[in-house]
T-cell receptor, first 113, second 107 residues
Framework: ETGVTQSPTHLIKTRGQQVTLRCSSQ?????VSWYQQALGQGPQFIFQ???????GRGNFPPRFSGLQFPNYSSELNVNALELDDSALYLC????????????FGDGTRLSIL | KNEVEQSPQNLTAQEGEFITINCSYS?????LHWLQQHPGGGIVSLFM???GKKKHGRLIATINIQEKHSSLHITASHPRDSAVYIC?????????FGTGTSLTVIP
């Protein structure tokens, strides 16, 4: 089975720009979650998608949005980038939500200049 | 106030030592996860548990639901165990993470 893959691995943007990060779920998983991890901090939950619907959201503003596709791959979109958005963005897939083991990708390192 | 608190924040051990990392949480949970993160970012799920105790090789995880507390134990620690260990709790459709325990095992 293929694992969780994220792209790109690194990305540099400037303030005010928009970015799209991508995540390919592990085969057979219908739930994907996105996390933001600032340097030296633990991850913070952004949101979760289950069968193409947002199914839980952390304390992030609306400029953080997502999509899940019929093949269960997912995108994280961030508009109007701010310096504080610089972080490692991780996605994880599972067979169903928080009660199943989470399978993580290696993350996308986003730097905002 | 963090929903998940871990201790210690940093830990240095000699190879072979028994290691304990603690996690306390303040919310009702569906499941608790122990994660391992190596330099560079990759995260591996070690355990998911909602009661009792689980063992995998040299790793043991326990949870006390009444006390809202979990521990991760590493027996016969090895330098390859050096990593950040993160406790996370799933509640409803939310995840809360601790800030992690950075473990260094010295040969």
């Amino acid at each position: 089975e293929t694992g969780v893959t994220q792209s790109p691995t690194h990305l540099i943007k400037t303030r005010g720009q928009q970015v799209t990060l991508r995540c390919s779920s592990q085969s057979g998983h219908n739930t994907v979650s996105w996390y933001q991890q600032a340097l030296g901090q633990g991850p913070q939950f952004i949101f979760q998608y289950y069968r193409e619907e947002e199914n839980g959201r952390g304390n992030f503003p609306p400029r953080f949005s997502g999509l899940q596709f019929p093949n269960y791959s997912s995108e994280l979109n961030v508009n109007a980038l701010e310096l504080d958005d610089s972080a490692l963005y991780l996605c994880a897939s599972s067979s169903q939500g928080v009660n199943q083991p989470q399978h993580f990708g290696d993350g996308t390192r986003l730097s905002i200049l | 106030k963090n929903e998940v608190e871990q201790s210690p924040q940093n830990l240095t051990a000699q190879e072979g030592e028994f290691i304990t990392i603690n996690c306390s949480y303040s919310v009702g949970i569906s499941a608790l996860h122990w994660l391992q993160q190596h330099p560079g970012g990759g995260i591996v799920s070690l355990f998911m548990l909602s009661s009792g105790k689980k063992k995998h090789g040299r790793l043991i995880a326990t949870i006390n639901i009444q006390e809202k507390h979990s521990s991760l134990h590493i027996t016969a620690s090895h330098p390859r165990d050096s990593a950040v260990y993160i406790c996370a709790v799933g509640t409803g459709n939310q995840f809360y993470f601790g800030t992690g325990t950075s473990l260094t095992v010295i040969p």
